[in-house]
């Protein structure tokens, strides 16, 4: 057992918990705070694997700007807390069921195809380097660039379309 | 050295429990977060194959997908705010006008 | 083309028109009659059976010029199958030439006189609209008797035969829905199927002789048939005599032999110029030109010959004797003409086939005379029943004549005792001598020819026919010379009884004279009754006709004039027109007194009154019979086996069985119903079932796609 699967365990462990705690937290303040604390877990195992830019990438964007956006609904439209209740009495079950299999299936074919060889170490220096990011940018903007300029033209109508529906009607008909 | 098979079981262990989320929680807040929690599992699995096989277009699609998630979360949330504007309530088990 | 090369040529391409000229006539009448007067439509008639008589009159000259050539004209191609060739050709020579004339003649004369009967006989039926159809058919008659006498075969004779039969059938039955009293009765359309059923049984003999003629001889054609016949003489004569034979039940059918003349005396329920002109003077005559034409055929046989001149003078004689016990002022002339017909159809059996065309011709005049001026005395006689009935209304009863003309409405022509007033019964008649002048003196004139008085066209034509029997079967002249005898005589009964004595009725009384449109044929008629004689005189370098026909029937012989026979002949008429004169003319008839006949004849005259019950026998032998056997046929065979049990039962039975037990029972109702509604429940219960799984929840949905990742990946690890 080395120092790199230690701290994955430990990594995981953390994730994990994190998740549950999200997912059965009864407020929903604590459950944003919850996946913040996921996500920050996930952007170390993206250092971990010798992904920088996508870690910072992670932590800027989801952790900050999307987590925040969320906060700041939550706290607007007042719904940390929903009535109890409950019209669906057997959808909690079942989809627990369906989740076991499913991660059930999942890790079956994990480990039916399982290859020992394909291990990650830890990252060497050079890959941290303004090299590599340079390298990655490259391809970004060679390879990719018109996936990149299509994303781009989605921010740009995910915005528009976020301030039509949310723009109140000159005149006050809402 | 830690085998690409556990950050692939890692991966699916939170994207089953993202899944959990999405179907059992009542509050649209939380199954949006939950869905964020599935997105982060595959991109979780995307880095790990791009490390394995030393190419950037693992990361390059993570990219691509946190954009997409930031443009999806805008709206949503956006959506999220005009059906409580118009109805008061974000109760899911409310909003069940999506049948025949 | 030049007149004068048609002269020269001949005027054969006009033969079509003997067709075309009545059939443009018909067409122009039944199209635009509605919008004619009735004069026109007349006149329209006339004028194309006038076209018919002058295209014959020319193609007569044509024959006459050319020294009797046969031209065949070709008119139109008909039934042409591989090697056989069955065209529509005219043939003109003399002997259709003078059937030509004869008809066309004759025709456009009642033609005329039809324009003023038919004027009067529509008024007082009631239905005045029926006035042109009664010209439409009457040249459509014109038509088909041309299309028969001028045919080039057998089979288009037989088209003609067929459409004169119709339209003596739509003639006959022209007041189909009255008797000849004006009733409400089918007895006017029983009478013209009676007609037409009959000539069917002839005709059916006509068709079987066809049959054989083709079978054996190998063609319709006249030319052909007569070329190819004296071969199948010598090799198997009963080939002919059956033709012949068979072709003499056609002849008994259309020219009313016996024992198919029974239709002749019901055809008076047609109009009097019908009787005139197809019942008597040409399409019943067709028989006799049929055998004349056929003259190649019975020249082979001598004894189907026999066969013919015995019926013909039966019939002759057996007519003449019913004629003697009728009433009715046409009835008498039917069987008269009956009679006559037998006279001709004996000459023409004896191989005289000039004096058959011959007595043909002047029978054609003076029987139309007769027969014209016997429907003027009807149509006098009806005038003088009506004006002294509206008389007596106008003095009597003057409120009472409304409701009596709304009677007349209904058909009903009821005298003033409620008694129905027929117009043609003799004992109706008696002393029209002074009321109507003009149809007594043509009607003296008509019987003095049919009696066979010198110089009158009968004696010569009857004489003829006397002489040639003589010569060669003496059981026929004796026949015939009765029969001459009994011609007399009734003739003279009914001129005793007609316009003789004292008027027997009030009708009578008021009889009126026919206008001129009906008197002035009349008139040519009776000229020609008187001269037509000349036609054929039997003296030596007389006989035009013979010489005329000798064209087409090859050499002929004519035998001397016998001063024996004609004497007999005319004394035996003076002698039976005394006869009828010492029992009728002497002492008149008077109101209700029966016929002085009855009491010295007894039974006989009662059999003569009845027609010698033919009809009652037809009915007993053949009728009943045959009821009785088609009442079994339709209600045991058919309706009670086919109907009832093999239909209703086997067939019905067993499939209502199967159907109702095996297919409904089981197999529908068990089987497809049955899935079918299963299937209807199953996908109710399923729809019910599935609808739930809308629910609306979005997590319900998310589920279900949820499940299908579960189910797809297990798929694809158990794979």
């Known amino acids: ?110 480990f039916s195809r399982a290859r020992s060889d394909a291990v990650i170490t830890a990252p060497d220096a050079s890959l941290n380097t303004m090299e590599s990011l340079r390298e990655m940018a490259m391809t970004l903007f060679s390879d990719y660039l018109l996936p990149f300029e299509v994303t781009s033209i989605l921010l740009l109508v995910a915005m528009v379309g976020a301030i039509i529906l949310t723009r109140r009607e000159k005149g006050g008909q809402s | 050295m830690v085998p690409v098979d556990y950050y692939i079981a890692l991966s699916a262990i939170l994207f089953v429990l993202g899944t959990l989320g999405v179907l ?51 709206v949503g949330l956006a959506l999220i705010v005009e059906i409580f504007k118009s109805r008061r309530n974000i109760n899911i088990d409310e909003l069940n006008s999506l049948k025949g | 083309m030049h007149l004068s090369e048609t002269v020269q040529t001949g005027f054969y391409f006009l033969a079509p028109w003997l067709v075309l000229a009545p059939v443009v006539g018909l067409l122009i009448n039944a199209i635009f009659g509605r919008y004619f007067s009735e004069k026109v439509v007349g006149t329209v008639a006339s004028a194309a059976s006038g076209t018919a008589f002058i295209v014959s009159a020319l193609l007569a000259y044509s024959v006459s010029a050319s020294h009797g050539g046969v031209v065949s004209v070709p008119f139109a191609e008909w039934i042409h199958i591989g ?102 009765s089918w007895a006017n359309s029983n009478a013209a199927k009676k007609a037409f059923i009959t000539n069917r049984v002839g005709d059916f003999g006509f068709l079987i002789a066809g049959f054989l003629m083709f079978w054996y001889l190998g063609s319709f054609q006249f030319d052909e048939v007569f070329a190819a016949a004296p071969a199948i003489a010598e090799s198997a004569p009963w080939v002919i005599v059956a033709i012949t034979l068979f072709m003499l039940i056609g002849v008994a059918g259309k020219s009313a032999q016996i024992p198919l003349y029974i239709w002749l005396p019901d055809a008076m329920a047609g109009p009097t110029p019908v009787s005139a002109l197809i019942h008597a003077a040409t399409m019943v005559t067709a028989g006799v030109y049929l055998v004349t034409r056929s003259a190649p055929l019975y020249s082979l046989v001598p004894e189907a010959q026999y066969i013919v001149a015995m019926v013909g003078a039966g019939t002759a004689l057996f007519a003449a004797t019913i004629a003697v016990g009728q009433y009715d ?52 006689l009806e005038r003088g029943h009506h004006a002294h009935e509206h008389h007596a209304h106008h003095d009597e009863k003057p409120k009472g004549k409304k409701k009596k003309e709304e009677e007349h409405g209904h058909g009903g022509h009821d005298d003033d005792h409620g008694e129905v007033f027929d117009p043609g019964d003799m004992r109706n008649m008696g002393g029209i001598r002074k009321t109507m002048p003009v149809t007594f003196w043509l009607y003296m004139i008509g019987t003095l020819a049919l009696a066979g008085i010198f110089p009158f066209a009968g004696f010569w034509s009857k004489d003829e026919i006397l002489l ?116 009728y003319g002497r002492n008149p008839l008077k109101g209700n007194q029966p016929d002085p006949l009855k009491k010295p004849l007894g039974f006989v005259f009662t059999g003569m009154e009845n027609k010698w019950f033919v009809d009652e026998g037809y009915d007993v032998l053949i009728l009943t019979p045959f009821r009785k056997i088609s009442q079994f046929l339709a209600d045991v065979i058919d309706w009670r086996f086919w109907h009832d049990f093999v239909h209703d039962t086997v067939i019905a039975g067993t499939y209502t069985w199967v159907s109702s037990i095996a297919l409904d029972r089981y197999a529908d109702q068990r089987g497809i119903d049955a899935f079918a509604n299963w299937l209807g429940t199953a996908t109710q219960w399923v729809s019910d079932n599935v609808r739930k799984i809308q629910n609306g929840f979005v997590r319900s949905y998310a ?3 949820l499940l299908g990742v579960v189910l797809i990946l297990g798929y694809l690890i158990l794979k």
Do not use: C
């Open chain 3, 83 to 184: 090697n056989l060739k069955l065209d529509w050709t005219f043939r003109v020579d003399s002997l259709s030439t003078t059937m030509m004339l004869v008809v066309s003649g004759v025709g456009t004369l009642i033609h005329i006189y039809a324009i003023g009967y038919m004027h009067e006989d529509v008024r007082f039926k009631h239905e005045e609209g029926r006035f042109t159809r009664f010209f439409i058919f009457l040249n459509l008659f014109i038509a088909a008797m041309m299309i028969l006498v001028s045919g080039d075969s057998y089979l288009m004779l037989f088209v003609g035969w067929e459409g004169v039969g119709l339209a003596s059938f739509l003639l006959i039955g022209f007041w189909f829905e009255m008797d000849t009293l004006a009733r409400p």
């Open chain 2, 24 to 74: 059992t929680r009542r509050n649209p807040l939380i199954i949006f977060m939950s869905i964020e929690l599935m997105l982060n599992a595959a991109n979780l699995a995307f880095v790990a194959f791009s490390s394995v096989y030393q190419t950037f277009n693992g990361q390059i699609f993570v990219f691509f997908v946190i954009a997409v998630a930031a443009a999806e979360v805008a």
């Open chain 3, 703 to 705: 589920l279900s796609v």
């Open chain 3, 468 to 583: 040639d029997a003589k010569l060669h079967y003496p059981s026929v002249y004796w026949q015939l010379s009765i029969a001459a005898f009994f011609t007399a005589f009734y003739m003279g009964r009914q001129i005793w009884m007609v316009f003789f004595g004292e008027a027997r009725t009030d009708a009578a009384k008021h009889a009126e004279e026919s206008p001129k449109v009906m008197t002035v044929p009349l008139m040519v008629l009776a000229v020609l009754s008187v001269v037509g004689g000349a036609l054929n005189l039997p003296f030596k370098g007389f006989h035009q006709l013979g010489h005329w026909l000798e064209y087409t029937l090859g050499h002929l012989e004519f035998p001397p004039f016998d001063l024996g026979v004609a004497g007999i002949s005319t004394v035996l008429a003076l002698l039976a027109i005394l006869i009828s004169w010492l029992l």
């Open chain 1, 1 to 110: 057992m080395n120092s790199d699967l230690i701290v994955f365990l430990v990594l995981s462990l953390v994730a994990i918990s994190s998740a549950l705690g999200m997912l059965f937290s009864r407020n929903a303040v604590y459950s944003a705070l919850f996946l913040v604390l996921n996500f920050i877990t996930v952007a170390v195992f993206y250092l971990l694997l010798g992904a920088p830019f996508i870690a910072m990438s992670q932590i800027t964007v989801y952790a900050g700007a999307i987590m925040v956006l969320f906060l700041f609904v939550i706290m607007l439209l007042g719904a940390e807390n929903l009535a109890p209740g409950n019209s669906l009495p057997w959808q909690k079950p079942l989809a627990g069921l369906l989740s076991t299999i499913l991660a059930v299936e999942a890790i079956y074919i994990l």
């Open chain 3, 329 to 380: 002022i046409k009835k008498v002339l039917a069987y008269s003409t009956i009679s006559q017909l037998g006279f001709m159809v004996a000459a023409v059996g004896m191989g005289a086939y000039v004096a058959g065309m011959f007595h043909l011709i002047t029978h054609a005049f003076f029987k139309a005379l007769l027969f014209l001026s016997a429907g003027s005395v009807i149509l006098g």
